[in-house]
């Protein structure tokens, strides 16, 4: 079964600060991954997806990456805000998969 | 335009009562999907529709749940004779229609919360 962990659980960081935020799988054969950012009382957003061909997306101050060989992906925050602050989420798929599986998650604090 | 919307936002209910969680996804995506999700944890597989199909009940608990997409659109997760166990967020997601060789990215809705007491 297809198991994910995402390190660090909780995060802690200055505004203006560069960070790095990670996920990993136990089946290194993830397809699509998808990057979600999670507000309390919200919905799931989805920030980035990176389909089967590709590997690597950004989108504004976003970036993410994926290593299909060792089953690990990077999520980094350029210049982070106080407004990013929120749990991020990654999710996986195999191949001709739609179920995504889902880490726990790091929830991000920007201190002002 | 409108995102995916579900409702109720919040369910109370005794246990024993049986439940109906409703899930109206983006205009024109025909997959759709429903996740649950316990506290500190990530959302987890249910069962997924491609049109009025259900495609895939493989991470349905038990037989105490059940879903429906009878036209094709709205969906409706209903719970019977709910546990204390069954509390969580109940999240549903769509997408454009589900193929092999491609795959669509995946849009949730705010979810509800379901406590049973």
């Known amino acids: 079964k297809q198991e994910v962990t995402q390190i660090p659980a909780a995060l802690s960081v200055p505004e203006g600060e560069n960070l790095v935020l990670n996920c990993s799988f136990t089946?290194?054969?993830?397809?699509?991954l998808q990057w979600f950012r999670q507000d309390p009382g919200k919905g799931l957003t989805s920030l980035l997806l990176i389909q089967s061909s590709q590997r690597e997306q950004t989108s504004g101050r976003l970036n993410a990456s994926l290593d299909k060989s060792s089953g690990r992906s990077t999520l980094y925050i350029a210049a982070s805000q106080p407004g990013d602050s929120a749990t991020y989420l990654c999710?996986?798929?195999?191949?001709?998969?739609?179920?995504?599986?889902f880490g726990k998650g790091t929830k991000l604090s920007v201190i002002p | 335009g409108a995102g995916v919307s579900q409702s109720p936002r919040y369910k109370v209910t005794k246990r024993g009562q049986d439940v109906a969680l409703r899930c109206d996804p983006i205009s024109g995506h025909v997959s759709l999907y429903w996740y649950r999700q316990a506290l500190g944890q990530g959302p987890e597989f249910l069962t997924y529709f491609n049109y009025e199909a259900q495609q895939d009940k493989s991470g349905l608990p038990n037989d105490r749940f059940s879903a429906e997409r009878p036209e094709g659109s709205i969906s409706t997760l209903t719970i019977q004779r709910t546990e204390q166990r069954d509390s969580a967020m109940y999240r549903c997601?769509?997408?454009?229609?589900?193929?092999?060789?491609?795959?669509?990215?995946?849009?949730f809705g705010p979810g509800t919360r379901l406590t049973v007491l």
């Open positions: 999710a996986g798929t195999g191949a001709g998969s739609y179920q995504l599986t």
């Open positions: 089946d290194s054969a993830i397809y699509n």
């Open positions: 997601a769509s997408s454009l229609e589900v193929a092999i060789s491609s795959y669509n990215e995946q849009f």
